[in-house]
């Protein structure tokens, strides 16, 4: 996981004229595991864009970079500040973490899989089928297919993790394939917020309103005959002196 940074940030603003001078601090918790075994405090001092001093609480101590950040750095030592500073990493940063996890990192969504078939390139005869997921987070996902249970490596073009602008992630995977009679092509999904991997089967059959027009196609071409050949016996029989 990468580092997760909370930034509070205080402005000190002094104007004469258009000119301005700018104090600001940036405290920052910095951790990559839930254990929080390696989270520390840092606070960041800058005058100007400049950075006078650091408090590390990995280090333990105010560090100065400035000439004037060295003799402030070494009076804070020695006073309350150090105290306060040393306390940031369990009372700020450690205290807020849970939130942190449970309100954002530990946060997940189920990505919603649509499975699709493709029209071939012109002159292609392969068939090629999309597995889509949509809506999904957070990014890490594994998409892969499957032909008869086993994984297919070849022939497969995916695209990265495509952020949609709203915390949510969507990815899409195509497979260009011979069809073969009796096989199963399944798409497989394996997510954090899916207690286990999600295959989907695809359905070679045509979908039901493909199957009503067919059905309706058909009715009608029945109707047309049964009207025709009525047509034709009733001809034959007025050209015959029966009716």
Request: proline share 4%; aromatic share 12%; net charge neutral.
């Amino acid at each position: 996981m990468a580092k997760l940074n909370i930034y509070l940030i205080g402005f000190l603003s002094i104007f004469y004229g258009t000119n301005g001078y700018y104090f600001m601090t940036v405290p920052q918790c910095r951790f990559t595991s839930k254990d929080l075994k390696d989270a520390e405090f840092i606070a960041s001092f800058v005058f100007n864009k400049d950075e006078m001093i650091r408090f590390n609480s990995t280090v333990g101590k105010y560090v100065g970079y400035t000439e004037l950040g060295v003799k402030n750095a070494e009076l804070w030592n020695k006073g309350p500040e150090l105290a306060q500073e040393l306390g940031n990493l369990e009372g700020y940063c450690k205290n807020n973490a849970a939130n942190d996890y449970s309100n954002v990192l530990d946060k997940t969504v189920q990505p919603e899989v649509r499975l699709s078939s493709l029209a071939p390139s012109s002159g292609g005869h392969l068939a090629r089928l999309m597995c889509s997921a949509y809506n999904f987070f957070p990014k890490p996902i594994r998409v892969t297919w499957q032909r008869d249970g086993k994984e297919v490596k070849s022939d497969v073009i995916s695209t990265e993790e495509l952020a949609d602008g709203d915390w949510y992630y969507q990815i899409h995977s195509q497979l260009a394939y011979t069809p073969k009679s009796g096989e199963k092509i399944s798409c497989m999904v394996e997510h954090s917020s899916l207690t286990k991997p999600m295959v989907y089967d695809w359905d070679p059959s045509l979908p039901e309103s493909e199957r009503n027009k067919i059905a309706i196609g058909a009715s009608g071409l029945v109707l047309g005959a049964i009207l025709a050949l009525a047509g034709l016996i009733y001809y034959k029989k007025k050209s015959s002196g029966v009716l």
